[in-house]
């Protein structure tokens, strides 16, 4: 695997180390992309991984899908990503007015 394994969780320990608390629309898409990696390094197709690291990388993966379940069903999750959605669509539609 091209990334260490131990790599995957640098951003959300970045993320959550500060001293302000993270906005969902922050930590919900980097729980997405530590889901990603750890989907990646329990397939290992290169085989370089032991095999107790690809059985973490499920149990943990299991884990992030449970909190991904949760954040479903967090109806502001929801209306947060659509404000951002749309207000990023806003700024694109300016963009090209513009220029």
Same mark, same amino acid.
């Given at each position: 695997?091209?990334?260490?394994w131990l790599q995957?969780?640098?951003? $959300?320990?970045? &993320?959550?180390?500060?001293?302000?608390?993270? #906005?969902?629309?922050?930590?919900?898409?980097?729980?997405?992309? *530590? @889901?990603?990696?750890?989907?990646?390094?329990?397939?290992?197709?290169?085989d370089e991984l032991?095999?107790?690291?690809?059985?973490?990388?499920? $149990?943990?993966? &299991?884990?992030?899908?449970?909190?991904?379940? #949760?954040s479903a069903d967090?109806?502001?999750?929801?209306?947060? *990503? @659509?404000?951002?959605?749309?207000?990023?669509?806003?700024?694109?539609?300016?963009?090209?007015?513009?220029?």
């Open positions: 695997m091209t990334v260490s995957i969780f640098e951003d $959300a320990t970045k &993320l959550f180390s500060t001293s302000e608390v993270p #906005l969902i629309v922050d930590a919900v898409p980097i729980l997405e992309d *530590i @889901g990603d990696s750890l989907q990646a390094v329990r397939d290992d197709e290169d032991p095999n107790v690291v690809r059985v973490a990388a499920q $149990a943990a993966l &299991l884990l992030t899908h449970k909190y991904s379940l #949760l967090c109806e502001l999750y929801q209306i947060a *990503i @659509g404000w951002l959605l749309s207000h990023l669509c806003l700024e694109l539609c300016l963009f090209f007015v513009l220029f």
